[in-house]
T-cell receptor
Framework: GAVVSQHPSRVICKSGTSVKIECRSLDFQATTMFWYRQFPKQSLMLMATSNEGSKATYEQGVEKDKFLINHASLTLSTLTVTSAHPEDSSFYIC???????????FGPGTRLLVL | DAKTTQPPSMDCAEGRAANLPCNHSTISGNEYVYWYRQIHSQGPQYIIHGLKNNETNEMASLIITEDRKSSTLILPHATLRDTAVYYCIVRVGPKSNFGNEKLTFGTGTRLTIIP
């Protein structure tokens, strides 16, 4: 069964609003979580890496003030898209690396549509 | 992390073995080969990974050449549900260096299983 969940699975919002996406690890403690973005017909692009209790590390070109990441516990990381605009419409996917494991497990993704 | 090269698309008849190639000629000694797949509108799913020995699990087999410059993912009896984009990713060994756990996705191979 799934070991990583995301909520919501789909969200539609107006331009200028903020949207929070949750990523939860189920039954396991995730030492590190990753956030990816995928535009239509493109591959996944890593946005940031977050470790529990510390600041996220953002990839080049990703605005940390626009994409706020909070990894407050070993089972929850949140991504907040602040002041969303239509160009932020995308498929946002998280993954988790569990303590003692070698493999990242991915969530089902959240499809964001900004009108 | 080393770059990988995969064919953009492949077809395979249902019930037959699907063999997906991947070239990683610049792979270094401490880099593993990982395979993930992404079914349409879902998060990536881990399939298998290996260092230099061939690996097999309930989903697939991974054959790595002796020089480690290429590998093949084998789905032994493909079904329609195996239609997906398959990603071959090379990255440093698990837990070898903090901060190097991230996965870099290429464009993958779009595998279509034909009824």
């Amino acid at each position: 069964g799934a070991v990583v969940s995301q909520h919501p699975s789909r969200v539609i919002c107006k331009s200028g609003t903020s949207v929070k996406i949750e990523c939860r690890s189920l039954d396991f403690q995730a030492t590190t979580m990753f956030w990816y973005r995928q535009f239509p017909k493109q591959s996944l692009m890593l946005m940031a890496t977050s470790n529990e209790g510390s600041k996220a590390t953002y990839e080049q070109g990703v605005e940390k003030d626009k994409f706020l990441i909070n990894h407050a516990s070993l089972t929850l990381s949140t991504l907040t898209v602040t002041s969303a605009h239509p160009e932020d419409s995308s498929f946002y996917i998280c993954s988790a690396l569990f303590d003692g494991q070698e493999t990242q497990y991915f969530g089902p993704g959240t499809r964001l549509l900004v009108l | 992390d080393a770059k990988t090269t995969q064919p953009p698309s492949m077809d395979c008849a249902e019930g037959r073995a699907a063999n997906l190639p991947c070239n990683h000629s610049t792979i270094s000694g401490n880099e593993y080969v990982y395979w993930y797949r992404q079914i349409h509108s879902q998060g990536p799913q881990y399939i298998i990974h290996g260092l230099k020995n061939n690996e097999t699990n309930e989903m697939a087999s991974l054959i790595i050449t002796e020089d480690r410059k290429s590998s093949t993912l084998i789905l032994p009896h493909a079904t329609l549900r195996d239609t997906a984009v398959y990603y071959c990713i090379v990255r440093v060994g698990p837990k070898s260096n903090f901060g190097n756990e991230k996965l870099t996705f290429g464009t993958g191979t779009r595998l279509t299983i034909i009824p």
